[in-house]
């Protein structure tokens, strides 16, 4: 039988890269982009770069490589499987936070004085994005560590040119565990101040938009994945990841990519000693390496068994 939904739910998948551009969480909301380009222009300056500006950043060789069309590619087929098979998991977030907040409850009772509605919001946006970060940060080490898990991982570090899309170039595996450390940050984080807020505020309150995450995507979180070298000062980035730092790991050197695995906070590298600044670093080149299969085709990025 015809099924209209599922061909609803195929389209919506196909068009889920596009509609990050309206969606201020998402990190190619036009806004992001819009400041990304500021950013970029100051450092296009800076660097004295021969030619136009607009030629600099949207170069041929950049957008149009056969590394940026696999990156368009497996951008497409992720929203599709996400929005078939990933998207309803969010509702586990929730249950995992219901248990929590209910065991809790079970273990220790009713806390005492009730937090206002407030302060809660407050301290939950601090928390949510520095456990998150952290969660983030140990996964990604894990990738680099684990042999099973870098040959899905590498899918990600086969890209020989770095644009916003490049973002989105993960192996359908890694975005499934991606989505599940989402979903359990979500949800433990969410059930704790479920409990200390004694059930007053709504689960779905804590899903707006975070304003410190927004405040990282904003500050140039696009030219992460791009040949834009935006550097912080060398104290800065001993606390936050720099967007050059974060090109610093998608180095063809061995050595790099095992360095700077944070999201946005420097500190779980200088707790596990993987931070590198980008004074320790001049020139960089992306990938891994002439020779490695990931460079030749969309199935090589797909298919990782036999890569580990």
């Given at each position: ?14 068009t889920q ?5 309206f969606t ?14 500021v ?6 300056k ?5 030619g136009?500006?607009w030629r600099?950043i949207?170069?041929?060789?950049v957008?149009l490589?056969?590394s940026?069309?696999i ?9 599709v499987l996400?929005?078939?098979?990933i998207g309803?998991w ?13 065991g809790?409850?079970d273990?220790f009772?009713?806390?005492s004085?009730e937090p206002s ?14 456990v998150g970060?952290?969660?983030?940060y140990?996964?990604?080490l894990a990738?680099?560590k684990?042999p ?7 899918t990600h570090h086969a890209?020989t040119s770095l ?6 170039r993960?192996h ?8 599940l ?5 979500f949800?433990l984080?969410?059930?704790c101040?479920d409990y200390?807020t ?10 707006g ?7 990282f995507l904003f500050w ?7 040949h ?10 001993r606390?936050?990841i720099s967007?050059y730092?974060h090109?610093?790991h998608?180095?063809?050197?061995r050595?790099h990519?095992?360095h700077?695995?944070g999201?946005?906070f ?13 004074n320790?670093?001049?020139?960089i080149?992306?990938?891994l390496g002439?020779?490695?299969p ?6 090589h990025n797909?298919w990782?068994?036999?890569r580990?």
């Amino acid at each position: 039988m015809f099924d209209a939904s599922l061909i609803v739910r195929i389209f919506d998948g196909l068009t889920q890269p596009f509609a990050y551009i309206f969606t201020p969480d998402k990190r190619l909301y036009f806004v992001h982009l819009i400041f990304a380009l500021v950013l970029a222009y100051w450092v296009y300056k800076r660097s004295k770069q021969q030619g136009s500006f607009w030629r600099y950043i949207f170069a041929p060789k950049v957008w149009l490589s056969a590394s940026a069309k696999i990156d368009y590619s497996v951008a497409l087929i992720n929203g599709v499987l996400k929005s078939l098979l990933i998207g309803p998991w969010i509702f586990f977030g929730f249950a995992i936070a219901f248990e929590v907040s209910n065991g809790l409850l079970d273990v220790f009772g009713r806390p005492s004085g009730e937090p206002s509605t407030k302060l809660a919001i407050a301290a939950y946006t601090v928390v949510i994005v520095v456990v998150g970060d952290f969660a983030t940060y140990v996964l990604h080490l894990a990738m680099h560590k684990v042999p099973i898990l870098w040959s899905f991982h590498r899918t990600h570090h086969a890209a020989t040119s770095l644009n916003p899309v490049t973002q989105y170039r993960i192996h359908p595996v890694e975005m499934l565990l991606n989505t599940l450390r989402s979903i359990v940050v979500f949800g433990l984080v969410t059930g704790c101040f479920d409990y200390w807020t004694q059930q007053r505020i709504e689960p779905m309150t804590f899903l707006g938009v975070n304003v410190l995450h927004f405040a990282f995507l904003f500050w140039g979180s696009n030219l992460r994945h791009s040949h834009v070298k935006l550097r912080f000062w060398p104290r800065l980035e001993r606390l936050l990841i720099s967007p050059y730092q974060h090109q610093i790991h998608h180095s063809d050197q061995r050595h790099h990519q095992t360095h700077n695995l944070g999201s946005i906070f420097a500190l779980w590298d200088r707790l596990f000693g993987t931070l590198m600044t980008s004074n320790e670093v001049d020139k960089i080149q992306f990938g891994l390496g002439e020779d490695h299969p990931t460079r030749k085709s969309l199935r090589h990025n797909l298919w990782p068994f036999g890569r580990a």
